[in-house]
């Protein structure tokens, strides 16, 4: 079965970088858009960022733009979020999902998803 395996959480001090991997297996990665989401507890999974299949269509959350990155490597099955400047509110886990229709940001509509990587930056 189709697996999204999320890799590079862990603990950051306010202002710190991190960089986030999300390994797919058992999925035609290539045809597939990919997004990351973020989800703290009581609340909504909430999108973060969004790449199209072939890497030239990528969107932010307003509160991300200019300090996260996404990416992906299409040989390797692999997409990635580079996060800088951490600040405290970034705290969350943090899933990637995978969706065959279109690139988007509404969780609801994700077709996979991995099972998450907590991020704790301190303040």
């Known amino acids: 079965q189709v697996q999204l395996v999320e890799s590079g959480g862990g603990l950051v001090q306010n202002g710190g970088s991190l960089r986030l991997s999300c390994a797919a297996s058992?999925?035609?990665?290539?045809?597939?858009?990919m997004g990351w989401f973020r989800q703290t507890p009581g609340k909504e999974r909430s999108f973060v960022a969004a790449?199209?299949?072939?890497?030239?269509?990528?969107t932010y959350a307003d509160d991300v733009k200019g300090r996260f990155t996404i990416s992906r490597d299409n040989a390797k099955n692999t997409v990635y979020l580079e996060m800088n400047s951490l600040k405290p509110e970034a705290t969350a886990i943090y899933y990637c999902?995978?969706?065959?229709?279109?690139?988007?940001?509404?969780?609801?509509?994700?077709?996979?998803w991995g099972q998450g990587t907590q991020i704790t930056v301190s303040s």
């Open positions: 790449i199209s299949r072939s890497g030239g269509t990528i």
């Open positions: 999902a995978a969706r065959l229709e279109a690139i988007g940001s509404d969780y609801e509509t994700m077709n996979y």
């Open positions: 058992k999925l035609t990665f290539s045809i597939y858009h």
